[in-house]
C-alpha cells in the first residue's frame, strides 16, 4: 500500500483505530469523543471532520447519511465505516511497528534526559 498519497499519519492511523472500534456507532462527535477517553488527546470537531474527509477519499473509509435524530434538532450524522483497504492499512501498519519494535536490543539500558 505503499505509494504516493498513501502514507499514514499518526492522526490518521488513531481515527482509522477509533472508527473500527467504534463499528456501527462511529461519527465525528463520537470519534472525537473516543480520541479523548481512549488516548487523552484533545482535539476540535473540524480537525476530526478533515481527517475523516482525508481518510474517505484515500478510500480507507466510507460513510453514509443517518436519519434525523431529535436530539440534533432534526439534523442527520455522517456515520463512517472502515473498508477492507483501511483495514489493510492499519494491520500494515502494525505489522511494520511490530518488526520494528522487536529490533530493538534486549537489554540495552536506555536514558532519558529532561
Known sequence: MKGKGNYIGELEELVLLLVG?????AYAVSVLQE???QTGRELNISAIHAVLNRLEEKGWLS??????????GGRR???YQLTA???QMIDEVK???DQLYGQLPVGVSYSFSS
Open 95 to 97: 505489522s511494520q511497528r
Open 63 to 72: 460513510s453514509n447519511m443517518g436519519g434525523a435524530t431529535e436530539e440534533r
Open 85 to 87: 483497504s483501511g483495514k
Open 77 to 79: 450524522k455522517r456515520f
Open 21 to 25: 472500534i467504534l463499528n456501527d456507532d
Open 35 to 37: 480520541m479523548k477517553d
